[in-house]
């Protein structure tokens, strides 16, 4: 290999990842924190490997957990010049080598793969006279998926669930029975689902010497990413494909283990040692996505956790965390900050972003991560109001989009008869057609989310063309990159702040986090009520807190509504980390909390009751008298309010909220006067709605 080749792959790696990119024999086992540079030490070991002669690309099979890692791993590769290097899920690798090995196994045709559970489920349910909505076939779908993966059957499940929540509140025996009704059900339909594409694999694998052989005469070299994710099927898996050879490279970090709800453990990353007595261990501890005051909060976060496990005796996972060390330059303090109520949290928050973005950070680079997806309603209500783009993650796809589809027909269009070699140029002039300006569009609603589409597809072209323009990068080459990430949904950058879940977080990074609603209850979670459980919501909280590379903001609320009873305590996980709650840490004092005018309480207008939450207070009733509105008035209000809803290009809350239809529904206001004074209708709403719901009212009288 030469020397220019050779110092491309490894001159830019620090000490660290070099060693990891140099040991090209396994076993390896490479414990690696957040923000150290994982992705780029692993793909450039395989990219040496490959250059020195050592690897066959195609002998090479790089595993991880979503598809959005393996495209991106793809493409490194690719960058690098180390193309034919299989990276995949467990699940796209397993059902690839099913696909090509049924026929000759098993014989036929491979059953169809049913994307969802929730029918089937709902069908065994109805077989066995369980009364089922659509949130329990959701839990029983993850429990199955959970038994699966652990490599349960139904026979032998009830055993193994002793001591874990009961799913929707049925016992042991029950789930066992559906579980058992759900397999007959995929036999007679002739189907199967993703758990089995794994478990199927696995058995042919073991059960047939021929067709193990052949995988393991393809595969030589096998690197599995965020190992500490793996299923017990997804190890035994891996075993197959590796036979009796240890080339094995893996890559995790036990503190990032957030996932043991759906079998995920760290187990296997905490004993490869002893399973692999010769393996060597490498360390990566240099953090360089976030500065050093986001990185000691994150420390500091283990480190009072390992104090508390040694207090007790405890070891395991936590007994030695990976200890972090910042490598960027100094920046903003994280700040912590007390609200009277959510809506005040969410109003606080949008202010702080609003100054992030006049300060020039793009709204991309901005998140709001919460612990489950029920609290975000509060947050794009306020986003909303303020004229703030937003996205959900785990909203619509990025490719599903219409312009976006599009985009790509008239991409793959003109790179058929493309000549010139400007690939940014050319997207920009194809997409001039479908509205793309060099300038975002004042407007907000339909027309800046399509154009934020387009953006990102110029954004993703001058990103790839600058990469690989010393390879002769074209617009064939640019439409094949979206082709493929369009399959792998890896999307491009969107503008808009990003609202999501912890979970769902993980793998993602921002310059600005926003951590909401950090009190007791919701973080840790209510259900996590066994030290492992919390110490999960607190690896939880870690995750959160590493996703910030400069700015980071913690908040909790000490009531759920205006006006409510200031009963909630802010998360235990923030005691010795935020101001004045025994720690020795400085960190900038809270944002004072905005006194609020004391106002007469409310009496309910039928039983004279003091009212005590903040729905009963907007509606005018109390919870235990009979609603007095009619169900015509009320669903003739939600009609029109839909209609609003679309015509504004904002969720249907934001126009008005249920309880406030409720009000305006049981009230019937005959004037704008009357309309003003129930509780969610203040003067901008007054002003732009107020006529249309009058009219709705009158046309029912």
């Known amino acids: 290999m030469d020397g220019s080749v050779e110092e491309k792959i490894l001159a830019g790696l620090d000490e660290e990842q070099r060693a990891v990119a140099s040991q090209l024999s396994g076993p390896l086992c490479v414990l690696a924190g957040a923000g150290t540079g994982k992705t780029r030490a692993i793909t450039h070991r395989i990219a040496y490997g490959v250059h020195t002669g050592v690897y066959k690309p195609q002998q090479v099979l790089a595993v991880t957990f979503t598809a959005r890692a393996a495209a991106e791993m793809r493409t490194r590769l690719r960058d690098l010049g180390a193309q034919g290097v299989q990276a995949r899920t467990f699940h796209a690798a397993a059902l690839r080598q ?77 789930v066992a029975r559906l579980f058992s009704a759900y397999e007959d059900l995929k036999v007679d339909r002739n189907v199967i689902d993703f758990e089995d594409v794994l478990l199927i694999t696995v058995g042919i694998l073991q059960e047939d010497p021929k067709v193990a052989a052949t995988v393991r ?102 007994a030695t965390p ?10 903003p303090t994280p700040t912590f900050t007390e609200c009277s109520d959510d809506e005040a949290e969410a109003a606080d928050v949008t202010r702080r972003i609003a100054r992030l973005l006049s300060d020039g950070v793009p709204a991309s680079e901005i998140a709001i991560l919460y612990r489950t997806n029920g609290q ?32 790509l027909l008239q991409l793959r269009a003109a790179a058929r008869a493309a000549t010139d070699d400007d690939v940014p140029q050319l997207v920009r002039d194809v997409l001039a057609s479908l509205g793309y300006t060099r300038e975002a569009p004042q407007s907000s609603g339909a027309v800046r989310e399509k154009w934020e589409s387009l953006a990102a597809l110029v954004s993703l072209a001058d990103e790839l063309h600058q990469a690989r323009s010393a390879q002769g990068f074209t617009l064939q080459d640019f439409v094949a990159e979206l082709e493929e990430r369009a399959a792998a949904q890896h999307a491009p950058t969107v ?13 993602l990074e921002w310059d600005s986090v926003f951590l909401v609603g950090l009190s007791e209850g919701l973080m840790p979670i209510s259900f996590a009520d066994t030290p492992d459980g919390v110490d999960e919501e607190r690896r939880l909280l870690y995750v ?58 409310a009496h309910c207008r039928t039983c004279g009751k003091v009212l005590g939450s903040g729905a009963e207070r907007k509606i005018g009733r109390c919870s235990e008298c009979p609603a007095n509105y009619s169900e015509e008035t009320f669903e003739a209000l ?60 009158a046309q029912r009288a």
């Open 98 to 174: 099913l696909q090509y090995f049924w026929p000759q196994a098993v014989g036929g045709t491979l059953p169809a793969l049913v994307d969802h559970k929730a029918q089937l489920i709902a069908e065994a349910s109805r077989r066995l006279r369980l009364s089922t909505d659509r949130a329990t076939i959701r839990d029983l779908a993850a429990e199955i998926e959970w038994a699966k993966v652990s490599m349960l059957t139904p026979d032998t499940y009830v055993e193994s669930a002793n001591g874990r929540a009961e799913p929707a509140g049925m016992d042991a025996t029950t």
């Open 495 to 507: 503008q808009g702040v990003t609202l999501a879940s912890l979970h769902s977080a993980k793998g």
């Open 322 to 331: 990976l200890q972090l060390i910042a490598q960027r330059p100094p920046g």
């Open 217 to 318: 005469a393809q595969y030589r070299h096998f690197v599995v990413d965020e190992y500490q994710d793996v299923s017990p099927l997804q190890q035994r898996l891996l075993d197959l494909w590796l036979g009796e050879r240890e080339e094995l490279c893996v890559v995790g970090d036990a503190s990032q283990t957030i996932y043991s709800f759906t079998g995920a453990t760290s187990a296997h990353l905490l004993n490869f040692t002893g399973r692999y007595k010769q393996a060597e261990v490498i360390k990566l501890v240099r953090d360089y996505r976030s500065t050093p005051q986001v990185v000691n909060l994150a420390n500091s976060l283990l480190a009072a956790r390992t104090a508390e496990a040694g207090r007790r005796g405890g070891t395991g996972t936590w």
């Open 376 to 407: 975000s309603g509060s947050y794009e209500q306020a986003l909303a109001a303020a004229g703030i783009g937003y996205q959900l993650r785990g909203a619509e796809r990025f490719f599903a989009r219409r312009e976006v589809r599009d985009s």
């Open 544 to 601: 959160g807190i590493t996703r910030a590379r400069k700015h980071l903001g913690l908040s909790w609320s000490t009531s759920r509504t205006p006006g409510g009873r200031a009963s909630r305590k802010p998360s235990r996980f923030l005691d010795g980390l935020r101001p004045d709650s025994g720690g020795t840490r400085s960190f900038r004092q809270p944002t004072p909390r905005r006194e609020r005018k004391v106002s007469a309480p």
């Open 638 to 697: 939600r009609e029109w309010r839909l209609h609003a809803a679309r015509e504004t290009d904002v969720p249907a809350f934001v126009v008005f909220t249920d309880a406030t239809l409720v009000a305006i529904a049981e009230a019937r206001p005959d004037s704008l006067e009357k309309l003003a004074q129930l509780a969610g209708v203040g003067p901008a709403k007054l002003d732009r709605y107020g006529e249309s719901v009058l009219s709705v009212l």
